[in-house]
């Protein structure tokens, strides 16, 4: 079955940087576009950054645009996030997330990984 | 950049009707999906492209888009129902996913 594993999270202080992983496993990763979705505690779900299933698109949300870099290796099955700058509003836990279908630029998302928490503070 | 609009909370008794909507410009021309978050878990889809419901996910989740709203209806409410639930879209024009800011579910 389909297996969205993140990892990479932790307490760091603000401006500095952390690389957040996400292992895909029970699916042909090279062919489904991926999402880095967060929730801040006690907020709702902020969409971060997509990649699609080839790299060659790729859209961030406007609050990380030049401090987040997402990236895969479809060789390895790995979906990366790395972020830069960081400050204290990106505390959040971080999801990795899959669309439904294969090979489209566009679809809805059906699997998430469990996440994986940030928390940025001095 | 386009916005969602839900409202915060919702609550309805065991058994009856939960009606969760979504407000958009014109969202009748986006697709929308629907999410259900409960505390400490990973979020899972219960509609996708406005109507249309996953496998495992009961008939008592439905989903109509028209105008400016979009809706997330859920029949015969359950305790087990109770969860944070996200509409989404994608808009275009910005190139971004967008959520709304979530509605709590309720039940009483």
């Known amino acids: 079955q389909v297996q969205l594993v993140e990892s990479g999270g932790g307490a760091v202080q603000p401006g500095r940087s952390l690389r957040l992983s996400c292992a895909a496993s029970?699916?042909?990763?090279?062919?489904?576009?991926m999402h880095w979705v967060r929730q801040a505690p006690g907020k709702g779900l902020d969409w971060v950054a997509f990649?699609?299933?080839?790299?060659?698109?790729?859209s961030y949300t406007d609050s990380v645009k030049g401090r987040f870099t997402v990236s895969r290796d479809n060789s390895k099955g790995m979906l990366f996030l790395e972020m830069n700058s960081l400050r204290g509003e990106d505390t959040a836990v971080y999801y990795c997330a899959r669309f439904r279908r294969p090979w489209l630029i566009l679809d809805s998302i059906d699997s998430w990984g469990q996440g994986t928490l940030v928390t940025v503070s001095s | 950049s386009y916005v969602l609009t839900q409202s915060p909370s919702v609550s309805v008794a065991s058994g009856q009707t939960a009606t969760i909507t979504c407000g958009g410009n014109?969202?009748?021309?986006?697709?929308v999906n629907w999410y259900q978050k409960r505390a400490g878990q990973a979020p899972v889809v219960v509609v996708h492209d406005d109507s249309d419901r996953p496998s495992g996910i009961p008939e008592r989740f439905s989903g109509s888009n028209s105008g400016n709203t979009a809706t997330l209806t859920i029949t015969r409410v359950e305790a087990g129902d109770e969860a944070d639930y996200f509409c989404?879209?994608?808009?275009?024009?910005?190139?971004?996913?967008?959520f709304g800011g979530g509605t709590k579910l309720s039940v009483l």
């Open positions: 014109n969202i009748e021309s986006k697709t």
């Open positions: 029970g699916f042909t990763f090279n062919t489904y576009g």
């Open positions: 990649m699609s299933y080839d790299g060659k698109k790729i």
């Open positions: 989404q879209v994608y808009d275009r024009s910005s190139d971004h996913w967008v």
